[in-house]
């Protein structure tokens, strides 16, 4: 059987989009990229690349790379303030020889972009798709009333505030969440090596450090990610309250008073919100939509850009096997339904016992999660949670 040869449009340069673009290129596919912004930098906070996405970058030949520039996190440590364990998560008690590697984000994206430029991909910038089309056997982009392409399938990879993905004839749900985190890298003096360390307080205040690695292609400087939990209503009161009531505020929380001495704007901390995205599936005929887009959830679980990665991966082979473009879609819909159903939930169900104001749920938490992190079994299903291998609560793993 001759191979299928499609032309694909992909919306969205971001983790999900750059990787779709890599994987359907490879395959042979004429692959043409939309991103929006006009020059599209590295930036952004760190990330926690779990097993899976690593296991994706292996497979576009990245990760030698993308090890370089990561920084190896053994645990998933966080105390609550009466210094009791609240969560003690060890990736070794599923699997000793996996890690998770706390990641610049602008290295990720500086190492996706690289390899498009590489692989020869048409990537456009500054081209804001703005709707889509489709027909019996194509479907076309637009920019304002200027069509910018046809295509055979449209990969829509425009992230959670997609402006594409509500004229879909999918049903689907997007909440805000009420709570958001500011965040800043720093220079990284080894505070809490090879541990993502958390400190809360109730569930109204978390704070996070991460060891986060190097910017891209500056590896003399550790970086470490620093992220502050916060409810979306009070970003304004706390710029105004001013950063030296904050940092008394985080110094009564942890010790980290090597950390805050970096900081000496409010300019350094960025406020990111987020959402949950819940679509019934992920196919519309001839258009589909990956990573945010498609199921962006609270960052509790640190598995967005390992979704995402995972998602292109699969999107390709989905693209191979499929009869034709609206079967391939489906397929894909079918293929991930179980894994992100199951991230979505799991972290949609534990982010109140870490951001709410709720003192119910963030003192069944002190009570119960310590130990239940020291209890045999659950202590590798948990450790295999935050591996981001599980598709189900009682079983199923992700097969890649
Ligand atoms: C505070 C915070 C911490 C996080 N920590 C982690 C973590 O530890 N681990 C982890 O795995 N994930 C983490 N995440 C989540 C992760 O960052 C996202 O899941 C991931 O970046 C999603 O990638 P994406 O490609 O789907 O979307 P995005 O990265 O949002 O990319 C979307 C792209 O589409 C472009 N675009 C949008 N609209 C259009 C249009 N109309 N036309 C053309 N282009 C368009 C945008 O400019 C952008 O480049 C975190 C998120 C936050 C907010």
Redesign the pocket.
């Known amino acids: 059987m001759t191979k299928q040869v499609f032309r694909i449009a992909i919306?969205?340069?971001?983790?999900?989009?750059?990787a779709s673009a890599l994987f359907l290129a490879r395959a042979g596919h004429y692959v043409t990229l939309?991103?929006?912004?006009a020059h599209?930098e590295a930036v952004?906070?760190?990330?926690?690349?779990?097993p899976t996405?690593m296991h994706v970058l292996h497979t576009l030949g990245l990760l030698d790379e993308i090890l370089a520039h990561g920084t190896r996190n053994d645990r998933l440590f966080g105390t609550n303030s009466s210094g009791r364990t609240v969560l003690d998560i060890h990736y070794r008690d599923w699997n000793p020889s996996t890690f998770g590697l706390g990641l610049h984000?602008g290295a990720l994206f500086s190492v996706l972009w690289n390899a498009l430029r590489c692989h020869g991909i048409d990537v456009r910038t500054d081209?804001?798709?703005?709707h889509i089309q489709q027909t019996q056997n194509k479907a076309v982009l637009y920019r304002d009333d200027e069509t910018i392409g046809e295509f055979d399938g449209i990969v829509l990879?425009?992230?959670?505030?997609?402006?594409?993905r509500d004229a879909l004839s999918i049903p689907q749900k997007v909440t805000p969440y009420p709570w958001?985190?500011l965040?800043a890298v720093l220079p990284d003096d080894g505070v809490t090596s090879g541990t993502l360390r958390q400190w809360f307080h109730h569930a109204k205040q978390m704070l996070g450090l991460?060891p986060t690695g190097f910017a891209y292609q500056q590896l003399t400087q550790p970086l470490i990610s620093l992220?502050w939990s916060l409810p979306v209503n009070t970003a304004d009161a706390w710029r105004k309250e001013g950063l030296d009531a904050w940092k008394n505020t985080v110094r009564e929380l942890a010790p980290i008073d090597a950390v805050l001495d970096h900081i000496r704007s409010a300019d350094q901390l960025t406020f990111?919100?987020?959402a949950d995205v819940r679509m019934k599936h992920w196919h519309d005929g001839r258009v589909v939509c990956?990573?945010?887009?498609a199921h962006?959830t609270s960052?509790q679980l640190?598995?967005?850009?390992?979704?995402?990665l995972i998602d292109a991966m699969i999107l390709a082979q989905c693209f191979s096997e499929g009869a034709d473009i609206p079967s391939a879609l489906a397929m894909y819909s079918r293929k991930r339904k179980d894994h992100l159903r199951y991230y979505q939930t799991t972290s949609k169900w534990l982010t109140p016992f870490f951001q709410s104001h709720s003192r119910l749920a963030s003192g069944l938490r002190d009570l119960a999660l310590g130990p239940i992190c020291r209890a045999p079994y659950v202590k590798s299903e948990m450790a295999r949670t935050l591996s981001g291998t599980k598709s189900g609560f009682l079983w199923g793993s992700l097969h890649l």
């Open positions: 919306v969205g340069g971001g983790t999900a989009g750059a939309f991103e929006r912004v599209p952004g906070a760190g990330i926690l690349l779990q996405g984000r081209a804001a798709v703005s990879a425009d992230g959670v505030h997609s402006i594409l958001g985190a965040w991460m992220f990111a919100t987020y990956i990573g945010d887009c962006a960052p640190g598995q967005g850009a390992n979704l995402a």
